[in-house]
């Protein structure tokens, strides 16, 4: 990708055949519109204010369903249903999922019942260095899917 398009993994999610790209200081409609150029079906999604990246507010479950932070972004958005993080453990919302196991930070007990109630088998970890340098779990994580 050349300047003056930008594209963050961050900022990029994906559910079904769609990847969902987050609009922000590292993202623009440039970068957007040169991943759709590849032939994927891409869309533009406004974050809030103060939102770093779109995955620090939701997380793919999977093909069909979303963890999302309430009060952050509208979950008509998605094609998804919905596992709702409480706005108090909103970081909680960036988790790492990989068929019915959920990797979550550890700390946020109503988004681990959340996703124990909703079916996933939930690992919490310490993520205590890694957020002193505003990071979280998919920082440190590459999931492949075949």
């Not at 596992?83 to 700390?107: L, S």
């Amino acid at each position: 990708m050349t300047e003056p398009a930008t594209l963050d993994g961050g900022d990029c999610l994906r559910l079904g055949n769609t990847i969902y790209v987050g609009r922000s200081a590292r993202s623009n409609a440039a970068g957007a519109a040169r991943l759709a150029a590849l032939g994927v079906r891409v869309i533009a999604v406004d974050l809030p204010p103060g939102v770093l990246h779109l995955k620090c507010v939701c997380a793919p479950l999977g093909d069909d369903r979303l963890l999302l932070a309430k009060g952050t972004i509208p979950a008509t958005t998605f094609d998804a249903s919905v596992v709702w993080v409480p706005a108090a453990e909103t970081y909680a919302a960036n988790a790492v999922a990989v068929a019915d196991q959920v990797i979550v930070a550890e700390g946020y007990p109503r988004t681990r019942d959340a996703l124990h109630a909703a079916g996933f088998t939930v690992h919490t970890v310490g993520v205590s260095e890694v957020r002193k340098a505003d990071g979280s779990l998919t920082c440190q994580s590459i999931v492949f899917r075949r």
